[in-house]
Nanobody, 126 residues
Framework: QVQLEESGGGLVQVGDSLRLSCAVS????????MGWFRQASGKEREFVAS????????IYEDSVKGRFTVSRDNVNKSVFLQMNSLKPADTALYYC???????????????????WGRGTQVTVSS
């Protein structure tokens, strides 16, 4: 059974950095693309970043390009989201998700992700 658990969220000031982590149980992680999504209060969940199964390719939502970096550690079955220059607009509940299709590519399509964590809250105060 695949389980995902996010950590690393918190309350920070504008311009600060945070590093989110997502620990994954289950062998499927090694051949699965991973994604980060977020949902602000009163809004729909949206794509943030994704990384393919090997870690060789990543994609980003336009508003986070140049500020956020997604990475993965296939030995320790974890994926990370380094967030720099945080803005109030980044305030949201952040989820990691796994696309269990073998050798999957990075994708912003939420429908491709089979397993989701419960989320970690990021609040950026001005």
């Amino acid at each position: 059974q695949v389980q995902l658990e996010e950590s690393g969220g918190g309350l920070v000031q504008v311009g600060d950095s945070l590093r989110l982590s997502c620990a994954v149980s289950g062998e499927t992680f090694l051949v699965s693309a991973m994604g980060w999504f977020r949902q602000a209060s009163g809004k729909e969940r949206e794509f943030v970043a994704s990384i393919n199964w090997s870690g060789s390719k990543s994609i980003y939502e336009d508003s986070v390009k140049g500020r956020f970096t997604v990475s993965r550690d296939n030995v320790n079955k974890s994926v990370f989201l380094q967030m720099n220059s945080l803005k109030p607009a980044d305030t949201a509940l952040y989820y990691c998700a796994l696309n269990s299709r073998p050798l999957s590519s990075a994708s912003p399509d939420q429908g491709l992700y089979d397993f989701w964590g419960r989320g970690t809250q990021v609040t950026v105060s001005s």
